[in-house]
């Protein structure tokens, strides 16, 4: 079997689509754990972020911790966030690499 670096949306994937808020439950934990459990690298590939509060962002400033949060508080970890942690030797594109 091939293992995969498989990169997961969050709003509307993870969670219903709730944003800023973390949605309800949809059921993906358990299937996310068991890509990992069978050997699979996820990366968190989402549109949230954490910013300054002083950016004045209206959704608030800690979006993408809330998210991670998500993850840790369903013990499914997360190999990358945004980023593959192996692609920064052979490019610069902050598109992240799955297989």
């Given at each position: 079997m091939?293992?995969?670096?498989i990169l997961v949306d969050f709003d509307g994937t993870c969670t219903t689509h709730e944003?800023?808020?973390i949605g309800k439950d949809i059921g993906a934990a358990p299937v996310l754990r068991e890509l990992v459990s069978a050997g699979?690298?996820?990366i968190l590939w989402t549109m949230r972020?954490?910013?300054n509060p002083?950016?004045?962002d209206p959704y608030g400033h800690d979006g993408l911790t809330?998210?991670?949060k998500w993850f840790e508080d369903r013990n499914i970890p997360l190999y990358g966030i945004n980023t593959?942690?192996?692609q920064a030797p052979w490019?610069?594109?902050p598109k992240a690499y799955g297989t």
């Amino acid at each position: 079997m091939k293992l995969l670096t498989i990169l997961v949306d969050f709003d509307g994937t993870c969670t219903t689509h709730e944003f800023p808020a973390i949605g309800k439950d949809i059921g993906a934990a358990p299937v996310l754990r068991e890509l990992v459990s069978a050997g699979h690298q996820l990366i968190l590939w989402t549109m949230r972020s954490d910013r300054n509060p002083d950016d004045h962002d209206p959704y608030g400033h800690d979006g993408l911790t809330q998210a991670v949060k998500w993850f840790e508080d369903r013990n499914i970890p997360l190999y990358g966030i945004n980023t593959n942690p192996t692609q920064a030797p052979w490019t610069s594109s902050p598109k992240a690499y799955g297989t």
